[in-house]
Each structure stands twice: as structure tokens, then as C-alpha cells.
């Protein structure tokens, strides 16, 4: 029975169009976290020493600190705005992608 | 309020003044006398949560309610919760201590600690809670041959599971032997027994409410503690760093990256240890199964990635503080000489700051706080523990899927019973040793030998069960031998001379090696069952995209 849901489901073509929409959301987040977190790691094993620099003449605000702040915010602001999408239009899409299923089962 | 903090600097001042004269007399104790602040307060967190358990006990009938508290946790609540699980007493003595000692590093700890759970929320919340039912091993197990894959699974959740256990259990006996005057071995049984109590009795819903409460406590602690030492800066974060680096012998080189991160590989392994390895935590895997749906999911991380991000830049201030606070006064230290050592050890710059800026009455909260949060992980992780014992061993491995709800449960209350007891004993045994290692390694653990199978199996239709064993059982052994091998067990705890194996960070050696097995004994597995494996994929991935026959979607 479910298998034959999950068939009907496959061939929505709704379904194709909430993963690639969403794989597409997901992986571009992931990609930016992965990138400026790794990036990040790159600079504190290789050039260490450009992390200490301040952030402006005479100013005790290093670089390193004000880029870590940064990423703490940015990364966070970043899921806000994955659960915001996905709680909303992509929750919207699967319902629907599950009530035609139903539908086409009765 | 301003008044009695002014009045208690001053009293500060005068006090240091007088112990300068006075500092012969202070004689060095490693138990510190009965304090009485926390000992009543720490009363308090036990009576409530008694009290709760007690509630929990009788919502606690079926299997669901007792892993997952019956999918009825709200998302903020579990975002509380899961705050509560992952900061351990480790991140907030041990990250303070570390801010205090080598400035800037801790802080890049710190960004290691969180970057894990955007790419929690991104990659896999949802399809965790639209696959899994209790543990994650659902998930990988899921079209994969039932018993050897959870057998492989419940072995590497249980080793990350003792590990932190291990951790967690000396570092609570060291640290009440301190706070509250009490033996390292009352403090044990202390421990180990509450944690028995709650989840037996109470499940998931009680285990879920002590690590509510407990984060709320450390929350707010923390927060208020920090407000007060920044008050005595003027609230400027500049006018902190100024005077800080003044007197810091790293001078101003304290907020550069500096000696725990000296070489480029140990930086790199670090961070991908605590990323992935926060992803493969089977207690923090397990609570995404508590809420309703993937919506609930989602909004978890979202909570809990918001408080974990907040307190981690509040230890920052506070280790920061420490320095001036802590660190110039004679005080606190062993002797009353400045820069010598810490009364009580490194570890406890938290503590010293809160007694500083708050009096008795804070550093008995800050106290009370530190031993709910041992005590909410530690319950967190036997639970998770007893799941995979019950639910993947005994449940699906032993009987089949053929045992009954209340066997399943009584299985997994003895098991509780057992984790408890091993962790006393394995507390015990632990103490005169060195074990900063042991967090390391429950990371490494997590991060070699639970999320590359996990994601694999989510996302890649090729893994089949020959390919999930070798990659699992592979960075499971190479995680554990690559720590075994290197500086923090070969030469500190077993004596060699020198390591066998350069780096104390296993993940940027071990995760490959289990991805690099499970896709090669995938590849080559040609077996009928592996061709039945690769069809279910497809099945499996509509369900994982919309949550269409999910466990306990249907019943709210």
C-alpha cells in the first residue's frame, strides 16, 4: 500500500520540483557555511598571524574576533532563513504532493 | 544594584590588600570546605526534578513515550533541551578556563563547537525525524539487513556513549570534591544514581525537562555573570580587551591563534572532528526523534543553535573577564601568588569569577548549575545508550522485531540500571587519570564512525550492507587505534616515550577511511541482497523528502 503511494508520489511531478528546489536551497546554505567555515580553519592553520591584526589603525578589535562574530551571526541568521522557507513553502508542497497521492488512491 | 557592586569591588579590593599581608596564612587544599550556597541550591534543581519525574513516571507507558516522550515535545522546548545536552560542564568550565589561558583559542573552539549545526539543520534534520523512530540507527538500518547494521550501530553509539560517560563521570567527582566539600566517590554515586532514577523512571520526558531546566539555569547564570564582570569594564568589549592583553603574559599576542592549534593539520582535523562529530552524537541524534514532525525539527536546531551561539560568545566574555578578575587577584590562587596556580585548577575560572562579581551566594548558583548540567548529559547519554541496547540489540537484533512494548521498556530500564553502574565503576576507576582526551575521542568516534554511514545511507542509493559494516566497524577501529596511538594515550597515559601517530586529532584520517571503505565494499558487492537494498532507496527517499509514513506523524 505504501509502497504504492510512495510510487504515485515519485511520479508527481510537484515531487521533482520540491527536491530540486529544495536540494538546490539546502546545498547552496551548506556550501557557504562549508566554504566560509573551512576558509576560516585554512586561515587559522596556515596564516595565523593576519587573524591578529586590528580591525583598524590604533583599534584593540582584531580581525579574527570581528570575522567569529560575524560567522557566529551570519551562520545562524542563515538557518532562520532555511526554516523560515522550509516551514512554509516547501511544508505547503509536500501536503499537497501527499493529498494528490491520496486522491488518486481512492 | 550599581551600589553593591561598587561596594563589593571595593570589598574586593580591601580584602586583597589585606591577603597580600595575610597569604602565608592561606593554606593550598584540594577539598574545598562544605559549601552550603550550593549544596541548597543543587537541593532545590534535585526536589523539582523529582517532582517532574515523579509527573513523567505516569505518562510513561508505551516504548514511544519512554525514547521519545510520545513526539509531544514542542520545538523550542527541544531546542532548549538539545542546548542542554550539548553544553556540557566541559564547555562552561573547560571553554572559560580556556579563553582565560590562551585567549583567542578557545574562541576558534568555540566556532568549531557550533558550525556543526547549520549543516545539522541544512543536510539532515528532516530526513532524521521523517526516517528515524527512536534511534538513529532506524535510519541507517533502514533498507539495509536489520540485525548486523544496528548490531554495527548500537556498538559505535555505545562507544561514543562510554567515552563521554567517562568524561563526564571524573569530571563531576573532581568537580563536586570542589565545589561542595564532598568525597570523589559520594560525589559518583551521587551522580549515577540520580541519573539511574530519571530515566528509568521518567524516560524521555523527564530526561527532556531536567535538560530544559538545566539549560535555563546555565543560561541565565552565565548571562549573569558576565553582565557583572562587564559592568566593572564599563560594558565596552574594547576597554575588556585593552586592560586584558596588559596583563596577559601572552600580551598581545592573546588574541592571536596560538599554541593548541600550532600546526595546520591539527587545525583542520579539529574542525571537522567537532562538526561531524556533533552530527553523529547518538543523545543529540536521538532527540530529534521527540518532536511532532520535521517542522518541529527543524525549528530545534534553530532554537538550539541560536542559545548554543549566544552562551559561547557570553564563556568568551567571561573568560576574557577572568583574566582581570580572576587572574590579578592574589586571592585566588594557591599561596596568594599571582600567576601561580589556580586554587582548585585551571578549570575553575568560571567558578572564581562568579564568587568575584557575585558573592557567596552566585558562585553557590554558578555551582548548583555545573552539577545540573553533569547531570542532565549524563542522562541524556544513558538514555541514549539504553535505546540501542533495547531497542536496536534486544528489540530487532534478539527478538526480531517480535518483542512486546513492555519487555522492550523493562529491557531498557535494566539496561539504564547497567550504564548507570558501569559509569560509577568506570568513574572510579578513571579518577588519577588523564582525561581530556576522552571528549576528543567520543568526537572522533562520532565523526568516523557514525555520520559517514549515517549520511551515506540517506543520501547515496549505492550503500549496501556490506559497504555500511566496513565503513562503520573501519572508522569506528581507526578512530579509536589513531587516538590510542597518539600523544594524549601512548605517551600520557600509557608512559611511552613517543607516539606512534603524530596528530591528537583522529577525524581528518579516520572519516576518510570509513567513507572511502563503505563506497568501496558497496561498489564492489554484487549480491542479490545488495540489488534489493539499492531499489529500496527510492522508496525510502520519498519518504525522507515528505515525511509520508513517518513515526508518530500520524497520531497527533
Known sequence: MSSAMYERMRANPKFRELVSRRERFAWTLAAIVLTMFYGFVMVVAFSPASLGQPIAEGSRLTVGVAVELFMFIFFWVLTAVYVRRANTEFDAMTQEIVKEAWKENK | ?556
Open chain 2, 1 to 556: 544594584m550599581n551600589r553593591i557592586v561598587q561596594l563589593a569591588t571595593t570589598l574586593g579590593l580591601l580584602t586583597m590588600s589585606h591577603l597580600a599581608i595575610a597569604a602565608d596564612a592561606v593554606a593550598a587544599t584540594e577539598k574545598q570546605a562544605t559549601n552550603w550556597h550550593a549544596i541548597i541550591m543543587f537541593c532545590i534543581f534535585v526536589a523539582m526534578t523529582m517532582g517532574i519525574t515523579y509527573w513523567a513516571a505516569s505518562r510513561t507507558k508505551s516504548t514511544s513515550d519512554f525514547y521519545t516522550a510520545g513526539g509531544g515535545i514542542t520545538g523550542f522546548q527541544n531546542g532548549l533541551a538539545i542546548a542542554g545536552d550539548y553544553m556540557s560542564a566541559a564547555t562552561l568550565l573547560g571553554l572559560t578556563a580556556m579563553v582565560y589561558m590562551q585567549g583567542y583559542d578557545g574562541y576558534i573552539y568555540m566556532l568549531c563547537f557550533f558550525a556543526g549545526w547549520p549543516i545539522i539543520l541544512f543536510l539532515m534534520a528532516e530526513r532524521l525525524r521523517n526516517l528515524g523512530k527512536f534511534t538513529f540507527s532506524d535510519i541507517t538500518a533502514y533498507r539495509l539487513d536489520q540485525g548486523k547494521v544496528r548490531t554495527m550501530a548500537a556498538i559505535s553509539s555505545l562507544t561514543v556513549v562510554c567515552f563521554y560517560l567517562i568524561a563526564q563521570m571524573v569530571g563531576a567527582g573532581q568537580l563536586i570534591k570542589l565545589l561542595f566539600g564532598l568525597d570523589y566517590n559520594v560525589a559518583i554515586f551521587a551522580v549515577g544514581i540520580l541519573m539511574m532514577v530519571y530515566v528509568t523512571f521518567g524516560g524521555m520526558v523527564a530526561t527532556t525537562w531536567v535538560q530544559i531546566i538545566k539549560a535555563c539555569m546555565l543560561l541565565s547564570g552565565g548571562t549573569l555573570v558576565m553582565l557583572l564582570a562587564m559592568y566593572q569594564f564599563g560594558f565596552s568589549f574594547t576597554n575588556l580587551l585593552d586592560q586584558a592583553m596588559s596583563v596577559h603574559k601572552l600580551g598581545e599576542k592573546l588574541m592571536h591563534p596560538g599554541s593548541l592549534l600550532a600546526d595546520p593539520i591539527t587545525a583542520i582535523s579539529l574542525g571537522l572532528g567537532l562538526m561531524f562529530g556533533t552530527a553523529g552524537l547518538p543523545h543529540i541524534l536521538m532527540r530529534f526523534f521527540t518532536v511532532s514532525d520535521a517542522k518541529e525539527a527543524r525549528k530545534s536546531v534553530l532554537y538550539a543553535s541560536g542559545f548554543v551561539a549566544y552562551f559561547f560568545n557570553v564563556i568568551f566574555l567571561m573568560g576574557l573577564a577572568g583574566i582581570l578578575i580572576v587572574g590579578q587577584n592574589p586571592e585566588y590562587f594557591e599561596g596568594g601568588t599571582i600567576g601561580g596556580k589556580l586554587i582548585g585548577g585551571g578549570n575553575m575560572v568560571a567558578m572564581h569569577l562568579a564568587k568575584a562579581v557575585g558573592g557567596n551566594m552566585l558562585l553557590g548558583f554558578l555551582a548548583a548549575v555545573a552539577f545540573a548540567t553533569i547531570l542532565a548529559v549524563v542522562s541524556g547519554l544513558a538514555l541514549a545508550g539504553a535505546s540501542a541496547i533495547s531497542h536496536d540489540i534486544y528489540a530487532r537484533v534478539i527478538k526480531k522485531g517480535q518483542a512486546s512494548e513492555a519487555s522492550e521498556i523493562r529491557v531498557s530500564r535494566i539496561a539504564t540500571i547497567c550504564l548507570g553502574f558501569v559509569a560509577i565503576v568506570l568513574g572510579i576507576a578513571f579518577e588519577k587519570q588523564n582525561i581530556a582526551f576522552m571528549v576528543g575521542l567520543a568526537f572522533g568516534v562520532a565523526a568516523a564512525a557514525n555520520f559517514p554511514v549515517l549520511i551515506l545511507s540517506m543520501y547515496w542509493k549505492g550503500l549496501t550492507t556490506r559497504g555500511a559494516l566496513w565503513g562503520g566497524y573501519g572508522g569506528l577501529v581507526s578512530a579509536v587505534l589513531f587516538v590510542l596511538f597518539s600523544k594524549s594515550v601512548w605517551v600520557d597515559v600509557l608512559g611511552n616515550a613517543a607516539p606512534l601517530f603524530p596528530y591528537t586529532q583522529p577525524a581528518l584520517f579516520a572519516m576518510p577511511v570509513a567513507f572511502l571503505l563503505a563506497f568501496i565494499f558497496s561498489k564492489s558487492d554484487s549480491s542479490v541482497r545488495a540489488g534489493k537494498e539499492i531499489e529500496a532507496f527510492e522508496d525510502q527517499y520519498v519518504r525522507a523528502q515528505t515525511g509520508f509514513g513517518a513515526a508518530g506523524a500520524a497520531k497527533h
